[in-house]
């Protein structure tokens, strides 16, 4: 119904930046928020940001000051802009997307593939 697509990972060194994008796309009416996740080896899922079409933002307190979250509504896309990495920011991450297809009356959790950032020397 919806489909999430992501890119932009890879290997960086710390320090380093990164952007990686995510497009909803497929049968869109609504989408309430959007956001990046991420998981580590070990780890559980965790939150990085979150960013409603009318601005509001949400980060992680491990990310706030080095990574930014930003949509563009009419391309129904949310980037995030990572800097200052560090190899504790080595994860997968998820795209997310709170949203309403077309051919019904509720909202549904949508997920990206994930893609990999590796921060390392």
């Known amino acids: 119904q919806v489909q999430l697509v992501e890119s932009g990972g890879g290997l960086v060194q710390p320090g380093g930046s990164l952007t990686l994008s995510c497009a909803a796309s497929?049968?869109?009416?609504?989408?309430?928020?959007m956001g990046w996740y991420r998981q580590a080896p070990g780890k559980q899922r965790e939150l990085v940001a979150t960013i409603t079409p009318g601005g509001n933002t949400d980060y992680a307190d491990s990310v706030k000051g080095r990574f930014t979250i930003s949509g563009d509504n009419a391309k129904n896309t949310v980037y995030l802009q990572m800097n200052s990495l560090k190899p504790e920011d080595t994860a997968v991450y998820y795209c997310?997307?709170?949203?309403?297809?077309?051919?019904?009356?509720?909202?549904?959790?949508?997920w990206g593939q994930g893609t990999q950032v590796t921060v390392s020397s």
């Open positions: 997310n997307a709170d949203a309403r297809p077309a051919s019904d009356h509720i909202s549904y959790d949508y």
């Open positions: 497929g049968d869109v009416f609504s989408i309430y928020a």
